[in-house]
């Protein structure tokens, strides 16, 4: 079994390894409420609020949460694979070295004074130890000094000084040359400097993000940012707020809920692709339920993702088309709706969008989906786009961003 003391993302969200993934959303919207740092003014609220967006991030992912479940696999069949450790062992008290005893003559008799054991060999044998010294003394001189003959010199020069902690290189072969003198370079003065400012891409990774008028949960709600929103923020280190930059204004979003790097990075990291699983034809979001149509030919190179919005720009549906193929999207309603497409490549479910060349265009006019009599009949709506370019035709779209669609 795994360490008791480790938390994994599953025990983060308060959720089972098996739990499908409306439960996770579920318990994720339930701890972002109550850990919130609009709704929670504790302290630990911000960190834990980090920790709860790290273990929704993977376990929302599908092909992010395989991988961790394989992770956790191993390392539960790692842990119930090692044996118990084996018992400490006292380390044995190091050898006792026996004190080495002064060499006695081997014709002493101990039982005797030492003044009646020195043998008149011996003071005969005195003088043999001050001669040998001086002869080993004249030996390792002429030794010495036919050792300095037979050198090759290499330097006569006395070497530079160097500075203090500064280790020569030694000098290899009689053609090496001298390493240059080192030099010192005197200490300069360090000032202290303020923590850098500066301006990075980043992207939300909550659900739903406020935007407030000041750095602060104090301040009033100016605008909420999608999930996987692009951002530009102005990065202060000191504080625990952001400065976002937008096109109408700055604003002041708390860092536990953005995740800085480059905008391709952090898209694909947030939004996974789908690679299988959605259809053409297929409506993603909205209830149909009118006898109204819409007919949307997809160019040959990308796929393409409708929608039509209301004049208050809240959306009826989003459907898709895949690259070179026409659907008929029917149950329209009555009333009037402006047409919005996306072209791109790579399809993300999660958020809603293409991952690869992803080009927003909407058409400008407000087109009405209504019911026409003429006394005899009565006649339904049936609007066509094609999105391929033509020399004749007559509707040119206008660009928006993604975040727009």
């Known amino acids: 079994m795994m360490a008791q003391n480790k938390h994994t993302h599953y025990d983060n969200l308060k959720v089972a390894r098996n ?19 609009d709704k929670n003014p504790d302290a630990d609220a911000t960190r834990i609020m980090v920790i709860i967006n790290d273990a929704y991030a993977i376990l929302s992912d599908p092909q992010a949460r395989r991988e961790y479940d394989a992770y956790l696999d191993r390392v539960e069949r790692a842990s119930q694979r090692a044996a118990s450790p084996p018992p400490d062992e006292k380390p044995s008290p190091p050898k006792k070295r026996s004190q080495p005893s002064r060499p006695s003559s081997p014709i002493r008799d101990h039982d005797k004074p030492a003044s009646q054991n020195a043998p008149a060999r011996e003071e005969s044998l005195g003088w043999v130890t001050p001669l040998l010294f001086v002869v080993s003394i004249v030996v390792f001189l002429f030794w010495a000094a036919s050792r300095h003959e037979r050198q090759p010199s290499i330097d006569q020069t006395t070497p530079p000084r160097l500075a203090p902690g500064v280790i020569a290189s030694p000098i290899v072969g009689p053609q090496a040359t001298d390493p240059p003198s080192p ?19 980043a992207r939300v990774i909550s659900p739903e993000l406020n935007l407030r008028s000041g750095p602060g949960t104090s301040f009033p709600v100016i605008a909420r940012l999608k999930y996987a929103q692009a951002v530009t923020i102005i990065n202060d280190p000191e504080s625990d707020w952001a400065t976002i930059k937008l096109e109408t204004g700055d604003g ?7 995740r800085a790097g480059s905008p391709e990075t952090t898209l694909r990291e947030l939004c996974p692709v789908n690679t299988g699983g959605i259809r053409n034809g297929q409506i993603l979001s909205g209830a149909m339920t009118g006898e109204h149509s819409l007919s949307i030919t997809a160019p040959t190179t990308h796929d393409v993702l409708v929608k039509l919005k209301r004049p208050d720009s809240t959306d009826l549906f989003l459907g898709f088309v895949e690259q070179g193929r026409t659907v008929t999207f029917n149950g329209i309603p009555n009333g009037t709706f ?4 996306a072209t791109g490549k790579s399809f993300s479910a999660k958020c809603g969008r293409f991952v690869e060349d992803s ?13 026409k009599q003429d006394g005899y009949a009565a006649y339904t709506t049936e609007m066509s786009y094609q999105l391929q370019r033509t020399q004749s035709g007559n509707f040119s ?7 727009d669609f």
């Open 19 to 37: 739990a499908p993934e409306f439960v996770v959303r579920a318990a994720y919207r339930a701890l972002s409420q109550r850990y919130h740092p």
């Open 252 to 258: 002041y979003a708390h860092k536990a809920y953005l």
């Open 359 to 371: 080009i927003v265009s909407f058409d400008e006019t407000l087109r009405e989906y209504r019911v």
């Open 338 to 341: 402006r047409t919005w497409f």
């Open 397 to 403: 779209p206008s660009h928006a961003s993604v975040e």
């Open 183 to 201: 030099k010192i370079a005197l200490p300069t003065k360090i000032e202290p400097t303020t923590p850098q400012v500066v301006a990075t891409h």
